[in-house]
């Protein structure tokens, strides 16, 4: 008898979860559609939709067009119902915020934070997510999760951190979810920084049309998230995407993860600034971003970004240098996934067509022809937010495929 119980429960479970994402996914539906997409009856329908609107979150809109017979409800996904926080960590800059359950923000905040230590750089984040609940007025007991986007190895079987070449020698074997949970009191999903970018994307973003998508994230590192059909590829271990580490050049420079020339040691945006600090000190051509560097002293990815717009000059060759290089990366993506479309995002796609346009050339040089022939290959919509989304993004995502009684229980 006690099992029949828990069977039952458990159907009962399974079809909330199953109505309350078919509401999700549509503007406004009706149960009599609810009935006709999930094949169950119109009185079990009725009862699962007072079980949602009660918990407030599904809320009925007024009456729709009918087909003959009475007007149909119609019932929509109550996106204020609940909410969530996201944060993306990088060396020395962390963006955080919160979101309605459908993606809408309250606040994006960035704070400069030394994450070397991830102890103190934790501890840090975990005071400014106090300060960000107490600031937005939510019952914290309408905040349901955190999501955390990291720039390096996540381990997907024991949800630890294993490593990260950006962050340090100290990230090692860093149970991020455990800490800040004890810290912050709710619960938090951590997930790699480019496979949260892509889900962004993919939820959110210009990746909504498509089931095979990849998104590129050029920041401090080069790497890169992979969706086939409709579903996160994590491969082995968790660790799919590391594009970053392809050796380009054997002879260039010691890469953080232990080898020499990776396409990241060479175009992500440390290297390019290191590289024009270096080169603007013996450049002699009259130049604007030489003119600034005698100026400051030296100069920053945006001063890069800002003074590339006038061809043939040394930010302009050099932001095109770096688009046709990472496109040999891109290109590799292609011939190994097969995608139908390509985001590009992070900080250097603030140079717009500029990176875009040699990128896209390596990319149709380098690629296999009729893998690339039909391929888009775009900039993400949210550019320098993708991660922060993505941390979002991968909080709901584990929420709604937990169910109702997952938003419910919160720490």
Not at 348 to 360: D, F, M, Q, S, V
């Amino acid at each position: 008898m006690a099992n029949d119980v828990s069977n039952l429960q458990l159907v009962k479970k399974l079809n909330r979860i199953s109505i309350l994402n078919i509401i999700r996914e549509h503007n406004t539906i009706s149960r009599q559609q609810l009935a006709r997409l999930t094949g169950l009856t119109p009185a079990a329908i009725t009862g699962i939709i007072r079980d949602l609107v009660a918990l407030g979150y599904v809320i009925e809109m007024g009456l729709g067009k009918s087909s003959g017979g009475r007007r149909p409800v119609k019932l929509q996904f109550n996106q204020d119902s609940g909410y969530v926080l996201g944060a993306e960590i990088t060396r020395n800059n962390t963006t955080l915020g919160m979101v309605n359950l459908g993606a809408k923000p309250l606040m994006i905040k960035q704070y400069s934070i030394d994450m070397t230590d991830p102890q103190r750089g934790l501890a840090l984040l975990a005071d400014e997510v106090k300060k960000i609940i107490i600031e937005s007025g939510v019952d914290k007991k309408k905040i349901f999760g955190m999501g955390v986007a990291y720039p390096g190895l996540v381990d997907i079987s024991t949800r630890v951190v294993k490593r990260s070449p950006n962050l340090g020698k100290k990230w090692r074997d860093i149970p991020i979810e455990k800490w800040l949970q004890e810290m912050i009191g709710i619960r938090v999903f951590v997930e790699n920084n480019s496979n949260a970018a892509a889900l962004a994307e993919y939820s959110f973003g210009l990746g909504k049309e498509t089931k095979n998508m990849a998104y590129i994230n050029l920041g401090e590192g080069i790497s890169a998230g992979i969706i086939l059909n409709g579903m996160l590829a994590y491969g082995f271990k968790g660790y799919t995407g590391e594009i970053g580490h392809l050796v380009i050049n054997e002879d260039g420079p010691l890469c953080n993860c232990g080898n020499n020339g990776c396409l990241e040691s060479l175009y992500a945006v440390p290297a390019l600034v290191r590289k024009a600090n270096n080169e603007l000190a013996l450049y002699n051509q009259k130049d604007p971003l030489k003119a600034l560097w005698l100026e400051k002293g030296n100069v920053t990815i945006e001063d890069i970004i800002a003074n590339a717009n006038e061809a043939d000059s040394y930010a302009w060759k050099l932001i095109r240098q770096a688009g046709w290089h990472i496109g040999k990366g891109v290109a590799a993506i292609i011939n190994v996934f097969n995608p139908e479309a390509i985001f590009i995002g992070g900080i250097l796609t603030e140079a717009g067509n500029i990176l875009l346009e040699p990128l896209r050339e390596s990319v149709q040089k380098h690629a296999f022809p009729e893998l690339v022939r039909e391929v888009k290959i775009e900039l993400s919509s949210m550019r320098r937010d993708t991660g922060f989304y993505g941390a979002c993004a991968v909080t709901i995502r584990a929420l709604f495929e937990g169910g109702v009684d997952a938003l419910l229980d919160v720490y």
